[in-house]
């Protein structure tokens, strides 16, 4: 009557589907939800999940039901004190401190309160990169440095002691072996055979010469098969492992940004919000990122994500001066041919007026031959100043290498990193 | 079965300890058959799935349909389920069992043995005897069908949702969600639903349908005075006096809108009769919660306690057993900070063991009560109680003055025009009948939710639909009506009015779209 399925091994994300079609639906409370939680983390804490809440009201399935008011009598267990004919004023709505619940009637169940769920890294990633499609950002498009680095390449006849390849080896010793025995051992059962012959024959027919003939072979015979070496070089068999260029996985990102008065902290958020971006993605093509940040006014300084981030500073732009800080940090603990060197730079535009062609001359001299990629944004609703004019001509000179976007407000983030990449993709 | 196992089992110690095997499943799956069948239950065949936690969470969002169509709403469930497993602010059910032939039931793997033993008592031969024996299970689902149709159901929406799209189909599937307890057929047993024959006559009836709706909708609209300025002279032979359509009030909202609405495509229609065959498969276990509850528990326990004398299990098990025995069937008190209503399991698991105890040994208010059944075969009696109710009838007919008196049942009265509540009824003499009553009320599906019926369709003018709620002591809608009729006004494709009734006068209106839309889209 009764059977038994053990179904533990069977695929267990019956819902997954469901999820979706939840997450989907809900799309823009939870890209709310992430948003804040892209301004609140730090950049290098974007690779896990995130708690999401909604309002209950957004996301009740409504029915028809009875609402308050009416006559309706109710039936509760428990009874202490009371007796038929109790009277009690109803629990006001503010007070609600009585000792009795008196068990209003629990279907209206307005609760406020919010329903929460968490969000998985990957659809926390989605949310942030948002149809970015970054698996067509792949790193075919980036010029990365090449390591040489040994790569298996089969097996090869020799090679140093260390790579010998132990079943390799053995196993030709072993058909070796039976290639040059068996010969040998065909031979010496026809002497034996004949030995035998020989000597089961009336011993006036024998023929001693012929005997002895015979056990003179057997003898050489069995001296060759002792012969045969177990193992020879000839054997021996090595793994060979060949010297391939590999793409670097190592790579390196500068955060340069523009801290002086002309900076508010809006704009700094919508500058953490690109070098997230620009982190993210490397973080998904390289094994090692490391950040550096730079942060300048008229004089530039390497500090950390907190202080790059939040700290105030007033004060003048020499934009030079995070540049040449830059070419003096690459030159000191990453040397080019070891690193892949991305620079991303955010900066309102402003700029000293003569710095801007210093920038320019560091630029295309020192810096752009080393690098992979430079991204620069500039956060300005303004029209721009002679900065942007300097970049512009570096961009005319490495135009696969250097990419410069404007951005007004938060919203234009995505389109302006989506759109230099692409740029890279159709060079 | 054989004698060889049989001694084999005697050598055996009884079962302790809390790990689980299959063999040991089997084993007491086996002796728990052999006890059910003493007690006559007779039950669907078992189909027992073990499956992990995560799977647990899987089926129970999908209220448990062991497939169902995809929909947000399932997700929204499962979230919620995982968020509050995970928080450790809920462990998860530890059974559930779909009412189907055969009758699945599902193990959880973390469960220890007493568990195990416990839930395929509670499952497998509780509530799946209830399925096969009580009427309404009987009368309105087709327990052999479900889960075909079920496939059906998930292969048709994922069609349409290639066809026209997630979005459209979400839509209206929650357009149909919000109407499904409006999609039964209270009063009338539905025809069984077969798959095979679904499938087949799916296309025959889209086109059948269609005509006929085009049928009902083919006068050309015109203006709404016109109808009604018209006076015998004019129309002398009535043609537009017709009755009003339709011309009884229909309690099926589903049925009403699947066969009349004037705008929807076929394939909309053919989605609507599923969410309507759902709820309709769901309906009887909304009436019975009580009771069935209340029987699976009743025959655990009965179950656990005969293996226990038998020797089949040991000490630590059936105190393990109580112990989650206890705490499933513990009713807190109203004033309890975890009072949450009344527990079904509660007051089920009472109500069936005080029968046993009047049939066995009736005092005489038991007598005087329930002349009936004191003193006759308990076995019988509850056999015909499971058979033959549902919660509201069955409290009706069996709640006994010890069972309130044990729950301290007490009835509090709750009116608007009183600015006291009153307290008019507790669990003496005098309030017995009346506590009965009310509980027995507090069941009843009807009384539960508001009566809501198609009152008028204005087939010649502006293919208005006008639905009727009678009120009931008095008690208005809740705010939810205005986005439950706006879903109603997606599917109808016309404007919709509601007309609240209390004593034959219309005491409050409503209408979607909103009137101020109208204004100013006029």
């Given at each position: ?5 053990d179904?533990r091994?069977n ?6 589907v469901n999820?979706?079609?939840f ?6 409370h939870?890209k ?36 308050q008011?009416?006559?309706?009598r109710?039936?509760n267990?428990g009874?202490k004190?009371?007796?038929e004919g109790?009277?009690m004023r109803r629990?006001?709505?503010g007070s609600?401190?009585?000792g009795?619940g ?7 169940g307005?609760?406020?309160d919010d329903f929460?769920?968490?969000l998985s890294r990957?659809?926390?990633l ?5 149809g ?6 792949e790193?075919?498009?980036?010029a990365d440095?090449?390591e040489?680095r040994?790569v298996?390449?089969?097996?090869a006849?020799?090679?140093p002691p260390?790579?010998i ?5 053995m196993?030709?010793a072993?058909?070796?072996r039976?290639?040059?025995r068996s010969?040998i ?10 030995l035998?012959?020989?000597?089961c024959k009336d ?10 003939e015979?056990?003179?072979e057997?003898e050489?015979l069995e001296a060759r098969?002792?012969?045969?070496p177990?193992?020879d070089?000839y ?7 060949i ?6 996985n190592?790579?390196?990102?500068f955060?340069v ?12 958020d ?5 070098f997230?971006l ?8 390289y094994?090692k ?5 730079i942060?300048?006014h008229t004089?530039a ?7 790059f981030f939040?700290s105030r500073?007033t ?6 001066s995070?540049l040449?800080l830059l070419?003096?940090v ?6 080019a041919?070891e ?5 991303a730079?955010a900066s309102d535009g402003?700029n000293?007026d003569?710095d801007?062609?210093?920038c320019r001359?560091l630029?295309i ?7 992979q ?27 696969d290498r250097?990419?410069m ?5 938060a919203g234009?983030?995505y389109?302006v990193f989506?759109?230099?990449f692409?740029?890279?993709?159709s060079? | 079965?054989?004698h060889?196992?049989?001694s084999r089992?005697e ?8 790990d689980?095997s299959?063999e040991?499943?089997e ?11 003493q007690?006559r239950?007779?039950?669907y065949p078992n ?6 936690s995560?799977?647990?969470?899987d ?6 349909m062991?497939v169902?169509?995809?929909h ?6 499962f979230l919620?389920?995982e ?18 032939d055969?009758c699945i039931?599902?193990l959880?793997?973390?469960?220890t043995?007493?568990?195990?033993i ?6 497998c031969?509780?509530h799946n005897?209830?399925?096969?024996g ?6 309105w689902?087709?327990a ?12 048709y929406?994922a069609?349409?949702e290639?066809r ?5 189909v979400?839509?209206l599937?929650?357009a149909?969600?919000a109407?499904q ?5 209270r ?10 024959e679904e499938v087949?006559?799916q296309?025959?009836?889209?086109a059948?349908?269609?005509a006929?709706?085009?049928?009902l909708?083919?006068?050309i609209p015109?203006?709404?005075?016109d109808?009604e300025q018209l006076?015998?002279v004019n129309?002398?032979l009535?043609?537009h006096?017709r ?9 099926n ?5 699947e066969k009349?609405?004037p705008?929807?495509?076929?394939w909309q229609?053919?989605l ?8 309709q498969?769901?309906?009887?276990q909304r009436?019975?919660?009580v009771?069935?509850?209340g029987?699976?528990c009743?025959?655990?326990y009965?179950?656990?306690?005969q293996?226990?004398?038998e ?5 630590g098990?059936?105190l393990?057993f109580?112990?989650?025995?206890t705490s499933v069937v513990q009713?807190?008190?109203?004033d309890h900070p ?8 509660a ?5 069936f ?6 049939c066995?040994h009736?005092?005489d208010?038991d007598?005087e ?5 004191a003193g006759?075969d ?15 009838s069955?409290?009706?007919q069996?709640l006994?003055p010890?069972?309130?008196?044990d729950?301290?049942?007490?009835s ?5 025009h ?6 008019d009824?507790?669990?003496?003499s005098?309030g017995?009948?009346?506590i009965?009553e009310a509980?027995s009320?507090q069941y ?10 198609v009152?008028?369709a204005n087939i ?9 709620h009678v009120?009931d002591d008095?008690?208005?809608l809740a705010?939810?009506?205005?986005p439950v009729?706006?879903h109603?006004?997606q599917?109808?494709?016309f404007?919709?009015h ?9 005491a409050r209106?409503y ?6 839309e ?5």
């Open positions: 009557m009764s059977y038994f399925i179904r091994g695929a267990r994300n019956k819902s997954a999820r979706q079609r997450i989907r639906r809900y799309r823009s939870i709310r939800a992430v948003e804040d939680a892209v301004n609140r983390r730090s950049i290098t804490d974007m690779e896990r999940g995130e708690e999401v809440s909604i309002p209950t009201r957004d996301i009740s399935e409504p029915v028809f039901q009875h609402g008011g009416g006559k309706r109710v039936i267990p009874n004190e009371f007796v109790d009277r629990p006001g709505g609600g401190g009585g009795s008196e068990g209003q009637a629990s279907n209206q307005e609760g406020e929460a769920f968490s990957e659809e926390f989605e949310f942030v990169f948002d970015l499609e970054l698996p067509h950002l790193r075919k498009q980036v440095m090449d040489v040994p298996r390449a089969g097996i006849r020799d090679g260390a790579r390849n132990i079943v390799r080896s196993r030709s072993q058909a070796r039976i290639a040059m010969p051992k065909r031979a010496l059962k026809e002497a034996t055979e004949a035998e012959q020989e000597e011993p006036v027919l024998r023929n001693k010469v012929r005997i002895a015979l056990k003179a057997i050489r098969l002792k012969a045969v177990f193992l070089t054997d021996l068999r090595y793994n060979h492992l010297n391939q260029p590999m793409p670097s190592k790579a390196v990102m955060c940004m523009d801290v002086s008065g002309s900076m508010t902290q809006a704009h700094k919508i500058g953490k919000r690109f997230l620009l982190y993210l993605f490397l973080e998904r093509n094994e990122v490391e950040l550096v940040f942060r300048h004089a300084k390497e500090v950390d994500e907190e202080e939040y500073e004060g003048g732009t020499i934009v030079s995070a040449t070419d003096e690459i030159e000191s603990r990453y040397p041919g690193w892949n060197l991305y620079v730079q402003d000293w003569d801007s062609t210093n001359e630029m001299k020192k810096l752009m031959p080393r690098l990629y430079y991204a620069y944004v500039e956060i300005t609703p303004h029209a721009h100043q002679a900065l942007w004019g300097e970049y512009e001509r570096v961009e005319e000179e490495f135009p250097f990419a976007q404007q951005i007004v407000e234009d983030i389109p989506r759109e230099l692409k740029r890279r993709v060079a | 079965m054989s060889k196992r049989e089992l050598n055996h110690a009884p079962a302790s300890g809390s689980w299959f040991l499943l084993h007491f799956e086996h002796e728990i058959a052999r006890i059910a069948a007690y239950l007779d039950i189909q027992i799935e073990v499956i992990t995560e799977q647990m969470m089926a129970y969002a999908s209220i448990g062991p169902g169509y995809h947000w709403s399932f997700g929204k469930q919620s389920v968020q509050a497993y995970r928080r450790g602010q809920m462990g998860l059910a530890y059974e559930l069992v779909i009412n189907s055969p039931a599902y959880m793997e973390e469960n043995l007493m568990m195990q416990l839930v395929m008592a509670h499952a031969y509780g005897s209830f399925f096969k009580n009427y309404l299970f009987r009368a689902t087709d052999s069908a479900i889960i075909d149709y079920l496939v059906f159901a998930r292969k929406v069609e349409c290639e026209h799209g997630v979005d459209a979400e839509q599937l929650d149909c969600h109407l307890n409006y999609g039964v057929d009063y009338k047993r539905p025809s069984p639903i077969s798959p095979e087949q006559r296309q025959e009836r889209e059948y349908l269609q006929q709706v085009n049928a909708w083919s006068t015109q203006a709404e005075d109808d006076d015998e129309d002398p009535g043609l006096r009755g009003r359509y339709p011309s009884e009030p229909q309690e909202l589903l049925y009403f809108i009349n609405a705008l929807l495509e076929p229609r053919e609507v009769r599923i969410v309507r065959k759902l709820a498969y769901f309906y009887p009436q019975t919660q009771m069935n509850e029987w699976a009743f025959w655990h009965t179950i656990m306690n293996l226990y004398d020797e089949l299990i040991g000490e098990v059936i393990e109580l112990q989650s025995h009713q807190p008190g109203f975890h009072y949450n209503g009344i527990n079904p399991y007051l089920g698991f009472a109500m063991t005080d029968i046993k105890r009047i066995e009736p005092d208010e007598r009560w329930f002349p009936d059944i006759s308990w076995l019988e009696t509850v056999h015909f109680a499971m058979r033959n109710f549902k919660d509201e069955f409290i009706q069996f006994s010890k069972v309130i008196r729950l301290k049942l007490f509090l009265m709750d009116d608007d009183d600015d006291h509540l009153v307290i009824a507790i669990h003496d005098r017995y009948k009346r009965r509980l009320v009843a599906l009807s009384h539960r939710e508001p009566n809501i019926q009152w008028a010649r003018g502006d293919r208005s639909l006008t639905l009727r009120q008095r008690r208005p705010r939810s009506v205005y009729m706006r109603l006004h599917l109808w494709g404007p919709v509601m007309e609240s009734m209390e004593q034959d006068e219309i209106r209408q979607w779209p909103l009137p101020e109208d204004s100013a889209s006029g």
